[in-house]
């Protein structure tokens, strides 16, 4: 199971591309990258203290609740990867999820690597200083340039290889190596289920392709 932003729009957060996308307007490259934030922190923070607002007064919605009742259901033989930093699935009950590019509720140690939650948004001042070492802090996420934790990866691509269906949900496909997990899937036989209201590059790919929105491409499958 992979899911992208597009599973958290239904909860009213903007996904990064398509029609009124986070990315419209200005360059990933402005702002997600270690050089933008090594050029200008205090604007880089202040799109992340944005965002972490806007994904504290967001509540999970049916896709994410469907998906914590399906691993009440399946157990160990469930795994939910994402690709969103908002932390929804877990608020939704999720409790074995591998978080691809990080967590946006949280600071990272620029210094010691120390990990911290961010306070709450009202008592937020970025950027964080780290209760460790006293270090400046930047956001606990994954940018482009940079490499994902190797081990969530490799239990990521060796959870897809071997699943019995693989769940494809709200991305775009568009960013590696995330994208390629479902073509991965795929190729070692896997049965390939993809729920998105546009065609991506997985769509020709899928056995399976619901043109539905989370929720409803959600309930379909899962017959609620
Ligand atoms: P994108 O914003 O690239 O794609 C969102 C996808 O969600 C699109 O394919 C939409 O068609 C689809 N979508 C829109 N509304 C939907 C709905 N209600 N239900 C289901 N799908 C819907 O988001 P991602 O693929 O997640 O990386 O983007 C991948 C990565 O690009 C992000 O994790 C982020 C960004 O750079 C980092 O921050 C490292
Ligand atoms: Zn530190």
Redesign the pocket.
Known sequence: MLT????S??SGIV????AG??WEGFR?EDL?TPAAYARDPEKVWRWYAMRYAQVMVAEPNL?HRLLAELEREKGDDFLLVT???DGLHQRAGSRRVIEL?GNITRARCERCGHRQKLPPPVEFTPPPVCERCGSRMRPD????GEFLDAGLLASAERAFMTAEVALV???????EP?ASLGRMARSAGVFLIE????T?PLTPLADLSLRD???K?LEKLLGG
């Open positions: 992208g932003a597009g599973i729009a239904e996904t990064f591309r398509g996308g986070l990933p997600a896709a690709q969103n930093v590019h996420v994954v940018w482009f949900i709200g991305t775009s496909a568009v960013v995330a729920v998105n209201p546009e991506t929105p989370a929720t491409g």
